[in-house]
């Protein structure tokens, strides 16, 4: 079907499935996206990249593992970056990432488990934008879980919004 979009499953490293939309081109025809990065919120606006270190849970406040970022304009679909700054080889890390809408809904749209190798970048996507639901941000999570080999993995991750 011309233009039709598929879902196909992406294997994991630890073996977690996350879906992925693929778009299926028309012959004879472009398919070009304008992507733009998507500011974080609390950034200064200067570098739509985020550098973190995952944290021990807290008792009571926040973590550091949510950032969100926001979506200033309607836009077809989604891009997630991911890339690891440290790692251990015997430790995984969860990753989850969001889309978050103005009715307060949200849809997750990455679960996965991750043992990348320093250095090494993973993109999530492109995910198409929710018909009938406007979203207002991007929420990347990347959690130290039960896993005490995770506590100090540093990473970096953006989205970008496609047109």
């Known amino acids: 079907m011309p ?31 304008r992507c733009t990065f998507l500011q974080p919120i609390g950034g200064d606006g200067s570098n739509p990249v985020v550098s973190k270190t995952v944290g021990r849970a807290k008792l009571f406040g926040k973590t550091n593992w949510n950032t969100d970022f926001i979506v200033d304009r309607p836009y077809r679909n989604y891009k997630f970056f991911f890339t690891a700054n440290s790692s ?17 809904t949200s849809l997750q749209v990455i679960n996965a488990t991750m043992n990348p190798p320093i250095g090494q970048g993973q993109e999530f996507g492109p ?29 970096r991750i953006s989205v970008q919004g496609c047109m």
């Open 3 to 33: 233009g039709s979009r598929t879902f196909r499953p992406l294997l994991m490293a630890a073996g977690s499935v996350v879906a992925i939309l693929a778009t299926t081109a028309v012959p004879g025809q472009a398919q070009t996206d």
């Open 88 to 104: 251990d080889a015997k430790a995984k890390y969860p990753v989850e990432g969001f889309m978050k809408f103005t009715d307060g």
């Open 127 to 155: 995910f198409p934008a929710v018909p009938e639901k406007q979203a207002s941000q991007m929420n990347f999570k990347v959690g130290a879980s039960s896993d005490p080999g995770a506590l100090g993995f540093s990473y």
